[in-house]
């Protein structure tokens, strides 16, 4: 496919991969078929799609770039230095992320990159990923010292996990791989630096359950109709592997 292989997705409408590296192309899922070669992408090491599958965001060398998916023209290109892996929103219409300049968590209209909201981020807790409830209603931020979690419409900070202030926790918190929500947005998954999967309450920000693995967790992801869960783990030789639940 290509020299380096840094990042992989799939379209939500399941018709179209993309990957990332040193080369950024998509290919017909159906036929194994290339269908295009992104110019000028740099070297890209994240990739994020609209849930229409209709607008890409990659960050990498050439910075935060927004594209048509389609078409494969650039609708829009972020500089500056990102700590925050961006995410569009599940309406497809806005993009959260860190501004590049004055390290403020930000929301943008996806298209015009005119700026409407920005979440209060105070707490220690220093925030690299984040990850929408399935209603939009939400977002979670996970990375140094532990959770927070927004009221998407409002901006404002709802709750914050902190490592220092959940003790038994602390290992798991030290560095939050990725957050994920439950389909019925009431609780939150979480992979964190003890390699499990620890489970959040949203509303209290209290654990309520763990999720124990022989291997260690790296990283999570959904599946687009919240069946399944999906864990990226490494055993004991090292080697990676993928373990799967059915969130109750």
Do not use: C
Request: zero cysteines.
């Amino acid at each position: 496919m290509t020299k380096s292989l840094d990042a992989v997705a799939i379209t939500p409408n399941g018709k179209t991969l993309l990957t990332g590296g040193h080369i950024l192309q998509t290919w017909d899922l159906a036929t194994g078929k290339r269908i295009r070669i992104f110019r000028s992408s740099g070297w890209t090491f994240y990739i994020n799609i609209s849930s229409d599958s209709e607008i890409l965001l990659t960050q990498g060398s050439a910075g935060k770039i927004i594209w048509n998916l389609q078409s494969g023209k650039k609708i829009r290109r972020y500089l500056g230095t990102y700590t925050v892996m961006w995410v569009i929103s599940p309406n497809s219409k806005t993009v959260v992320g860190e501004d590049g300049f004055d390290g403020k968590i930000k929301v943008w209209d996806l298209i015009t990159g005119k700026e409407l909201l920005v979440l209060d981020n105070q707490g220690a807790i220093a925030v690299r990923k984040l990850s929408f409830s399935q209603d939009g209603k939400l977002v979670a931020g996970s990375g140094d010292d532990g959770i927070k979690i927004w009221n998407f419409e409002t901006g404002e900070q709802i709750q914050r996990v902190d490592k220092f202030k959940n003790v038994q926790f602390h290992k798991h918190l030290n560095h939050v791989g990725n957050v994920i929500f439950n389909f019925d947005n009431q609780t939150l998954f979480s992979s964190g630096s003890d390699g499990l999967i620890q489970i959040w309450d949203v509303k209290t920000g209290k654990n309520v359950g763990t999720l124990k693995e022989k291997n260690h967790i790296i990283d999570l992801a959904m599946s687009n109709d919240s069946q399944i869960l999906v864990g990226f783990a490494r055993n004991a030789q090292n080697q990676q592997t993928i373990e799967v639940w059915k969130p109750d």
